[in-house]
């Protein structure tokens, strides 16, 4: 406890507070924190001083129970995860979780495909589920963000086929998790560059140096490192989102060192003003 009152001191004396109202954080980085104590966890991101959250799970607690906790750490979920099946099946399902939660965007993370398979015909579904799902969540106040998670950008024709998914998104967006994107083979900053419309959040993830990607979209959780110690240009990045006006970037580290390493990143993201 006495480690994480300094941390915090460290963070208010550095101003970090107020940049951190752009800054979140997805709550699947503290997932197995979760599984330990809900109210302590939730505590622990208020003394990072961040306010704004991704995430979409009670961790079987009562929802109402849940959401007292969040307005006692001053946390407010503006994103909340929602399974491509739910979007495609039971979108009334997805529409009231958000609401729950009080949320703005609903973000997928993963399109469910046999093995590794995943070309054109799964492509051209998973975008038209994600526009019908799109609409509808539009009507009802909400923002769609699909989660490229690597496999997106294998080849097709003269681009890949994420190009495929972001010049036929009408009805959705994308939140970009610059890990993955890289992961995957792409260069987050060129596509942010490219679709300067299309990106609405990001997930800040730094890959830890010498990692060489692939298309399967599974990676080691520790080559998940501090930002701006690993291969990519989170700074570029960045600053690229503050300039398109991205509403959100939330820091999303997977590793088992996430305790230790979200401190040093908003402190490195804060010394990017």
Same mark, same amino acid.
């Given at each position: 406890?006495?480690?994480?009152?300094?941390?915090?001191?460290?963070?208010?004396?550095?101003?970090?507070?107020t940049?951190?109202?752009?800054?979140?954080l997805?709550?699947?980085?503290?997932r197995?924190?979760?599984?330990?104590?809900?109210?302590n966890?939730?505590?622990?991101?208020?003394?990072?001083?961040?306010?704004?959250?991704?995430?979409?799970?009670t961790? &079987?607690?009562?929802l109402? &129970?849940?959401?007292?906790?969040l307005? &006692?750490?001053?946390?407010?979920i503006v994103?909340?995860?929602?399974?491509?099946?739910?979007?495609?099946?039971?979108?009334?399902?997805?529409?009231k979780?958000?609401?729950?939660?009080?949320?703005?965007y609903?973000?997928?993370?993963?399109?469910?495909?046999?093995?590794n398979?995943?070309?054109l015909?799964?492509?051209?579904?998973a975008?038209?589920v994600f526009?019908?799902a799109g609409?509808?969540?539009?009507?009802?106040?909400?923002?769609?963000?699909?989660?490229?998670?690597?496999?997106e950008?294998?080849?097709?024709?003269?681009?890949?086929?994420?190009?495929?998914?972001a010049?036929?998104?009408?009805?959705?967006?994308?939140?970009? &998790?610059?890990?993955?994107?890289?992961?995957?083979?792409?260069?987050?900053?060129?596509?942010?560059?490219?679709?300067?419309?299309?990106?609405?959040?990001?997930h800040?993830?730094?890959?830890?140096?010498?990692?060489e990607?692939?298309n399967?979209?599974?990676e080691?959780d520790?080559t998940?490192?501090?930002l701006g110690?690993?291969?990519?240009?989170?700074?570029?990045?960045?600053?690229?989102?503050?300039?398109?006006?991205?509403?959100?970037?939330f820091?999303e580290?997977?590793?088992?060192?996430?305790?230790t390493?979200v401190?040093?990143?908003l402190v490195?993201?804060?010394?990017l003003?």
């Amino acid at each position: 406890m006495i480690k994480k009152i300094m941390i915090s001191a460290i963070l208010l004396g550095s101003g970090l507070l107020t940049q951190a109202q752009e800054v979140g954080l997805q709550l699947y980085s503290l997932r197995n924190q979760f599984k330990v104590d809900v109210s302590n966890t939730l505590g622990l991101i208020n003394e990072w001083g961040i306010t704004k959250i991704e995430g979409g799970d009670t961790y &079987d607690m009562p929802l109402e &129970d849940f959401k007292i906790l969040l307005n &006692d750490y001053d946390l407010e979920i503006v994103s909340v995860g929602a399974g491509f099946d739910d979007l495609e099946n039971d979108v009334v399902k997805v529409i009231k979780n958000a609401k729950d939660f009080g949320a703005k965007y609903v973000m997928c993370a993963w399109v469910p495909h046999d093995d590794n398979k995943w070309d054109l015909e799964e492509t051209k579904h998973a975008t038209e589920v994600f526009n019908k799902a799109g609409k509808i969540l539009k009507k009802n106040g909400l923002v769609l963000a699909y989660h490229p998670h690597g496999y997106e950008f294998r080849p097709y024709k003269n681009g890949t086929l994420f190009d495929y998914m972001a010049q036929n998104a009408s009805d959705f967006t994308f939140e970009l &998790d610059v890990f993955w994107a890289q992961h995957g083979g792409a260069d987050p900053l060129a596509l942010m560059k490219k679709y300067p419309k299309k990106f609405t959040l990001l997930h800040l993830k730094d890959m830890q140096k010498g990692i060489e990607g692939n298309n399967t979209g599974h990676e080691e959780d520790d080559t998940n490192v501090v930002l701006g110690t690993g291969q990519i240009d989170i700074a570029g990045v960045v600053a690229e989102a503050k300039k398109l006006g991205i509403e959100y970037m939330f820091i999303e580290d997977e590793s088992t060192n996430v305790v230790t390493q979200v401190p040093k990143s908003l402190v490195y993201l804060k010394s990017l003003k």
